[in-house]
């Protein structure tokens, strides 16, 4: 499993990319909808005016923590890399819960979330990054959790004979 960190880091940091360039697009455009509805609305009742602004506030409110969510990725995917601070790498795993009500990346956070759980909260993984806190670069920690052999199947016996 401590050869999945790799994969999973860089998913991270594909993954907090694409989420950071969508709560800088939410964000923007909670300010720029209340601009071009108002104006289009001048004169209106107050009420749409309120209305306008809380949806405005909730754009804005989700791009923060869409951003929020990528940032993290591409952080601790970077340190992942390097199996550092695991348990910053879980908290940021964990923020990619909060793109979900914006249904945009959550797909790929969902998968990213789940695939990344499975590998950072394995023993072996644990260690690895034990090692890593502690100086030891990270191609010694790759070359002390030596990639285990295949387990053969049914079917492989199927094709010897």
Not at 42 to 51: K, Y
Not at 127 to 143: M, R, S
């Amino acid at each position: 499993m401590v050869h999945h960190v790799r994969t999973v880091a860089i998913l991270m940091i594909v993954n907090g990319a694409l989420q950071s360039l969508m709560g800088v697009v939410y964000a923007a455009m909670g300010p720029v909808m209340f601009i071009m509805m108002r104006q289009n609305s001048a004169g209106g009742p107050p009420d749409q005016t309120v209305m306008l602004a809380v949806m405005a506030g909730v754009y804005i409110a989700l791009g923060l923590l869409v951003l929020l969510a990528g940032v993290l990725n591409i952080i601790a995917g970077t340190r992942a890399l390097k199996f550092r601070n695991r348990i910053f790498v879980l908290v940021a795993l964990f923020a990619n819960a909060l793109v979900l009500p914006t249904f945009y990346c959550a797909p790929t956070s969902i998968g990213v979330l789940i695939f990344g759980i499975l590998v950072f909260f394995h023993a072996e993984v644990v260690q690895a990054f034990d090692l890593g806190d502690q100086g030891v670069p990270a191609a010694e920690i790759l070359k002390r959790f030596p990639r285990r052999a295949r387990r053969r199947s049914w079917d492989d016996e199927d094709d010897e004979g």
